[in-house]
């Protein structure tokens, strides 16, 4: 993972949807800020991709939404 990931970055999935927008690292984990239903989400660090403009996950949102 290149680039250090700020709060407010959106998390785009592999097959480009947005599935929220990041809070911080924990651990090995990326926090999201409080979803449409109020919860976090804690994505594991080693599906993400690359960090720049946003957070890349090298998942789609199907598959991200399986490991959850």
Known sequence: MNGDVVSGLPII???D???GYAEDMERDYLRTTP???GER???PAE???HVDDAVYLRVT???LLRLL
């Open 47 to 49: 599906v993400i991709d």
């Open 13 to 15: 999935c592999a097959d």
């Open 41 to 43: 989400h804690f994505i």
């Open 35 to 37: 979803l449409a239903d």
């Open 17 to 19: 949807l947005i599935h």
């Open 61 to 63: 949102r199907e598959e």
